[in-house]
């Protein structure tokens, strides 16, 4: 076998339909639209979602919740995550983001208890848990909110 002697298996390859191409065609005049309406006209076609005038299905399912306009956004950060700076640095969200720690800066900061810190640093953050202050303060460090 060479490749010059491929061919597609039998029945997989077909002949584009050609339309409007005379009566002896098969498919002339209407070009397979048939006679008079909707979809015999040029440019027609049905809405996505449409049911042939039935209800349709995203208008007879209940409309449910809401969005809190008041909702505040936050990234976090766990005190743990923080031994990996040196004692005395100053821990801000752009120094995190820098560093890799958290993704995304336009949300406000939020440090969170979890795990323990081994390390003296000043963390500026929006928001701290009650545990993750305490656990700042225990290893000589502050918390200060911005």
């Known amino acids: 076998m060479n490749i010059h002697e491929l061919k597609p298996a039998n029945g997989s390859i077909k002949n584009k339909k050609r339309v409007g191409r005379g ?4 498919h002339g005049k209407t070009s397979t639209r048939g006679t008079k309406g909707q979809f015999s006209r040029s440019g027609a076609k049905k809405k996505t979602g449409f049911e042939g ?3 349709p ?3 007879r399912l209940p409309k449910r919740g809401f969005t809190n306009i008041f909702k505040k956004e936050y990234v976090i950060i766990n ?3 923080l031994n990996d700076f040196d ?12 560093d890799g720690k958290i993704k995304d800066s336009k949300y406000n900061l939020k440090v969170l208890g979890d795990g323990e810190l081994n390390k003296k640093l000043t963390v500026k ?13 225990r290893a000589g ?6």
């Not at 004692?87 to 820098?98: A, F, R």
């Open 23 to 26: 009566i002896g065609s098969g």
């Open 53 to 55: 005038g039935q209800m």
């Open 57 to 59: 299905l995203q208008r």
């Open 79 to 81: 005190v743990k995550d």
């Open 87 to 98: 004692d005395d640095t100053v821990i801000t969200k752009e120094l995190l983001t820098k």
């Open 125 to 137: 953050a929006n928001v701290f848990s009650k545990s993750a202050v305490d656990k700042i303060g």
């Open 141 to 146: 460090g502050k918390a200060e909110v911005i």
